[in-house]
């Protein structure tokens, strides 16, 4: 039975009018926990960086790229917020800081149509880019894309299932040393993602990391950042814990 009350009441962390959390098992799918039900299942949006993860698969074959920070693309200011690295990237690096330019300059080298079938895929609403600052801006998750919280949180479970070596080492790192460190909780390794877009911040990921027992997606309309979303999803997890999920 989903619960159409309030997932936070009693949590120290609220949801924004408008946002949405969902709590999946990895075993079946089942929804264990939803708070605004409507939003999770309808309300499609840019996904940001949330997307990342599930692209890699179309962005083969995987190759080093370096970075100097700074990212510009179509009059906007995408610069990396990972640390300077000294040496090329490769995707699972690339995956945990949340290379804007190593994602958008693989894009480009595998094309539109790889990039927009994947999205299709996971039951994302996607238009095929037509340029190559479309085709860069959709797959940062920015731009030509948009996808339910529930959409997520089952996109996610498929990454799970797939089992995928480097994505599961790129969002357990993204957790314990990257973008989505507020969604971390004791006693249990955490993996997720962050993202932002205009549209307002998510976080999606699972636990524990290296069995996943749940899946946990937050999507925030008002807020921006790292700190937007993933602190809700700590709350999540920790709630899973408690009610013998994890």
């Known amino acids: 039975m989903i619960s159409r009350r309030g997932l936070f009441a009693g949590f120290s962390l609220a949801l924004s009018p408008g946002g949405a959390g969902i709590v999946l098992r990895v075993s079946d799918g089942k929804a264990l926990r939803v708070d605004n039900a409507g939003t999770a299942r309808t309300m499609a949006a840019a996904p940001g960086s949330a997307i990342k993860p599930w692209l890699l698969e179309a962005l083969r074959p995987w190759q080093r790229r370096s970075c100097t920070g700074r990212f510009r693309l179509d009059g906007r200011n995408l610069d990396c917020v990972h640390v300077p690295l000294d040496a090329p990237l490769d995707a699972e690096t690339a995956l945990a800081a949340s290379c804007n330019h190593w994602f958008a300059a693989s894009a480009l080298a595998a094309g539109a149509r790889p990039v927009f079938r994947r999205l299709l895929q996971c039951g994302a609403e996607a238009v095929e880019a037509r340029t190559p600052e479309e085709l860069q801006l959709q797959a940062l998750g920015l731009e030509r894309v948009s996808i339910t919280p529930e959409n997520l949180a089952r996109t996610y479970r498929l990454l799970v299932l797939q089992g995928d070596a480097t994505v599961r080492a790129g969002l357990r790192r993204a957790v314990a040393e990257g973008t989505a460190r507020a969604a971390a909780i004791e006693g249990t390794e955490v993996a997720g993602k962050t993202g932002t877009s205009r549209d307002g911040a998510w976080f999606a990921g699972y636990a524990p990391a290296s069995r996943p027992a749940v899946v946990a997606v937050v ?25 013998g999920h994890l």
């Open 219 to 243: 999507f925030q309309p008002a807020a921006r950042g790292p700190s937007g979303a993933a602190p809700i999803a700590a709350e999540l997890f920790s709630w899973a814990k408690r009610s």
